[in-house]
Structures are given as C-alpha cells and as structure tokens.
C-alpha cells in the first residue's frame, strides 16, 4: 500500500456553526455526494478544506475500505504530471533503462482518486483525462497495454473553472464531466459565527499534537479572532493558533498570544 493512499479524514472532523446557511448547504452536498458514484468538483478559496470534506466523501462511500489517492497539479512540471497521473512503463534500450511505475489512476483502481487543483492540469492532458473517463481505461506513457480502471473521481480547484472555459484555458466537455456534484466551500470571513468552535476545536488538537496539555482559548483572543477577515481561512486560522499554544506559557490563551498582524 502507497503511503497516503487512505483517506485520514471523516465528517465527524468538519467543524463549523450547525446554524450557518452556507455551512448546511456545503455540509448537505458532501453527504449527498458521500452516497453516489457520480464525481464531484469541490470549488473553493484556498485553506477552506477541500482535501478534508474529499476525505470525508471517500470515507462515508461504498469505496471507503479502499485507496484514496491524491493529486496535486499546481507546481509540477507537464511531462511529469503527465507520469503521475498515468504512469510510465518500463522500458529496456541500450542507453536507457527506464523503471515502471504505476500512475495514480491505477493506484487510485477501486477506490477514489483526488484531483486537485485540477484547473492547472495542461489542455492536452485533459483531453487524455477526458478519454480515460469515458474509456474507463489508461495506458502509461510509452505503454501499449490498456488497464481498466475502475475510480471515482473528485476534483477540486479554487479557480472558477466555468470562467476558464470561457478563456479557452479549460475543456467544457471536461468541465460537464467534472461537475456533476458541485460543492462550494465557504471561505470564513463569510462564516464567522463558526470561529469559536473552530478556534476551540484547533487547539485542543494542538494540545495533543504538540503535547501541551489543556491549553485553552480565553475570550480577549476569540474577540480579536471574530474581527479579523482570515484571506487564508481556516488554514491561517490553524497557523495562527499553533504559534499560539506553542508560546503560552501558562494555560491561557490571550490577546498577546495572536500574532500582530491579526490584532
């Protein structure tokens, strides 16, 4: 078993106020999402949990005994992307002797393949994503054996990937195939009334991570975290927090414990 094939996360771990209307509604398609086979695009800023609420999905479905497998297109370079997501196969010759490896789609087989930032994948590879969709097989690069894959995908990007097939840098066909359940995180200056629960609920899994103890957070620091904005949502929210527990010296969180740039 690859390491990170599984999915760590379930439903039990998204936090957020059980009385926000875009929370329910987030919540409502994930778990929709979670009892078909159909795939699902997660469309969202960056740090609200799109890897988290494809984890929970995964782990509610039929296939949760199975891989999860993840793809991160942002940052890698086309021919090797291409690799990652296919595989390669092995080849002899006189000068070079290429090693196979399986790519995440024959990884992913049975199970559930996480495809993120799936807006950088290059025009040419999703038409090969496109063909792999609709074929329910891949070949790996210089391969000639089909595999029948058998996956379920989601995708996840925090682009406007409609605005990008308006641009031409997005296929539609691809676009139609991606968005059969659609999931809109909220970003958390729109669900501010969760900042308590998230702040408490992060730092007492900073307790046990850091092995702090019971640390918690007093009301000075939870009124500067409601007034602040949070452009890197909960992902901030977590760093900001972490420093927190890492420099109480006592069991109190205060005011003085959140960074200035936040106060």
């Known amino acids: 078993d690859m390491v990170g094939s599984y999915a760590k996360f379930t439903f039990e771990d998204i936090i957020g106020n059980d009385s926000n209307e875009k929370f329910i509604e987030t919540l409502k398609m994930a778990r929709i999402a979670s009892q078909s086979t159909s795939n699902v695009l997660i469309q969202g800023e960056n740090g609200t949990g799109k890897e988290l609420f494809a984890n929970a999905i995964h782990n509610a479905s039929t296939r949760a005994g199975q891989p999860f497998v993840t793809l991160n297109c942002s940052g890698i370079p086309r021919q090797l992307l291409e690799g990652e997501l296919f595989g390669v196969e092995r080849k002899y010759g006189m000068e070079n002797f290429i090693e196979g490896r399986p790519g995440k789609f024959e990884l992913a087989n049975g199970g559930t393949l996480f495809i993120n930032e ?45 605005e990008l097939c ?98």
């Open 118 to 162: 799936v807006s950088e994948l290059p025009l040419d590879l999703q038409v090969k994503l496109m063909k792999a969709i609709q074929d329910k097989q891949i070949s790996r690069i210089g391969g000639e054996n089909l595999f029948d894959v058998n996956v379920r995908l989601i995708c996840a990007t925090n682009k406007d990937l409609s």
């Open 166 to 263: 308006r641009e031409g840098s997005f296929r539609q066909d691809l676009y139609y195939r991606l968005d059969v359940l659609s999931i809109k995180t909220t970003p958390l200056r729109e669900q501010k009334d969760s900042i308590d629960k998230l702040a408490k609920h992060i730092v007492n899994r900073m307790n046990i991570k850091l092995g702090k103890g019971n640390i918690e957070i007093d009301e000075s620091a939870l009124n500067i975290l409601r007034q602040y904005d949070w452009p890197g949502n909960v992902r901030e929210l977590e760093n900001a927090l972490e420093r927190a527990v890492n420099i109480c010296e006592d069991k109190k969180i205060t005011e003085s414990h959140i960074p200035n740039y936040i106060n």
